[in-house]
């Protein structure tokens, strides 16, 4: 089944953006609802992973620097739990060094995204890319 099928029948994607950035957090929501998905948001890791155990998303796009809790501290504690580690995590952050991806990677995130050099239209892709993959297997 394709994301374009799911995101066609009744039950839609849902996608939590865990983002400290207002305008960057609006942006990148408006364009998944407007791709046909159900976005619900955090602004911080605590808020996250609270939104991870409750609203059970099919995929999570999260910032590394956010207050209260960061996004490393909130992938490590994804990976811990047996019903969260499901979740495709995709990183979207400034932080850009091979050191920091190397380290998300290895903290179980399926892709990493640098805010400098990323388009919407690109999130959207990335998204149903993982989507259908994580669905396929």
């Known amino acids: 089944m394709s994301t374009e099928d799911?995101?066609?029948?009744?039950t839609k994607p849902k996608i939590l953006i865990a983002e400290d950035d207002n305008f960057l957090l609006l942006a990148v929501k408006d364009k998944l609802g407007?791709?046909?998905f159900d976005v619900i948001t955090a602004v911080n890791g605590i808020e996250a992973l609270e939104k991870m155990r409750s609203?059970?998303?099919?995929?999570?796009?999260?910032?590394?620097?956010?207050?209260?809790?960061?996004?490393?501290?909130?992938?490590?504690?994804?990976?811990?739990?047996?019903?969260?580690k499901k979740i495709p995590i995709i990183i979207l952050s400034n932080l850009g060094h091979e050191s920091?991806?190397?380290?998300?990677?290895?903290?179980?995130?399926?892709?990493y995204i640098v805010k400098a050099n990323f388009s919407l239209k690109k999130v959207v892709e990335k998204v149903k890319f993982y989507l259908a993959k994580s669905l396929n297997s």
């Open 6 to 10: 799911i995101i066609q029948s009744n």
């Open 55 to 84: 609203s059970k998303p099919d995929l999570v796009l999260l910032d590394l620097v956010m207050p209260q809790k960061g996004g490393f501290e909130t992938l490590e504690e994804a990976q811990i739990d047996k019903t969260l």
């Open 34 to 36: 407007r791709a046909g």
């Open 100 to 111: 920091d991806i190397k380290k998300a990677e290895e903290l179980g995130a399926v892709d």
